[in-house]
């Protein structure tokens, strides 16, 4: 079956550098990527796409990275922030096989202020 | 605002009572879903529901029922909960191909 997963469960980054978070995916058929954000408490919540026509998608401070070589995803963060403490995921969608997104295990990344 | 909202965001029962979570969408997506989340697991899909009256089983579906009468709203049932259904509930919904799900805040279901 399909697998997502994240390289590091953990991460402690000081406050003003910069953070990545790693994804590996299985499903060279995979077409869109998204990551999520969760906080304690809530659900999680979108940060980023990307399709698998791009290599690369900026937002606010954050950036995906896709090799669909090695099958790799990655979220940076620029200029981490307290806020940004929280478990980050992602998740790649087989279009072709209908609306199943699969999920990664995710990432706690603590902010070290 | 557009959300999802589930209820109960907390939930204690004992094996065997029937429960039923709600979960209700204000943006007329057409595709809805139930996800478990368990530490060391990704969210694993329970059920979904493409369309009104439309629904399937996702990768655990067992002990678990939904049903899907009108667009926004999918209730999960748990007929008779039993203690491996202890976890954290989440619905959401999803406006179109190629678009992010949008998910609620979660229902932590204890089974005693």
């Known amino acids: 079956g399909e697998s997502v997963g994240l390289h590091l469960p953990t991460l402690s980054v000081q406050e003003g550098d910069n953070s990545i978070i790693n994804c590996a995916y299985s499903n060279s058929a995979s077409d869109y990527f998204i990551w999520y954000k969760q906080e304690s408490g809530k659900g999680p919540q979108f940060i980023i796409d990307?399709?698998?026509?791009?290599d690369k998608r900026q937002g606010q401070r954050v950036t995906v990275l896709l090799n669909k070589t090695v099958k790799h995803l990655s979220l940076q963060i620029a200029a981490t922030q307290p806020g940004d403490s929280a478990v980050y995921f992602c998740?790649?969608?087989?279009?072709?096989?209908?609306?199943?997104?699969?999920f990664g295990t995710g990432t706690s990344l603590t902010v070290i202020p | 605002e557009a959300q999802v909202t589930q209820n109960p965001r907390y939930l204690i029962t004992v094996t065997g009572k029937k429960l039923t979570v709600t979960c209700s969408q204000n943006?007329?997506?057409?595709?809805m879903s139930w996800y478990r989340q368990d530490p060391g697991l990704g969210l694993r899909q329970i059920y979904y529901s493409m369309n009104v009256e439309v629904t399937d089983k996702g990768d655990v579906p067992e002990g678990y029922k939904v049903s899907r009468k009108e667009k926004r709203n999918f209730p999960l049932i748990l007929e008779s909960p039993s203690p491996n259904q202890t976890s954290l509930y989440f619905c959401a919904s999803l406006g179109g191909y190629n678009s992010p799900l949008h998910f609620g805040n979660g229902t932590r279901l204890t089974v005693t």
């Open positions: 990307i399709r698998s026509n791009m």
């Open positions: 998740a790649d969608l087989n279009g072709v096989a209908g609306n199943q997104f699969y």
């Open positions: 943006m007329n997506h057409e595709y």
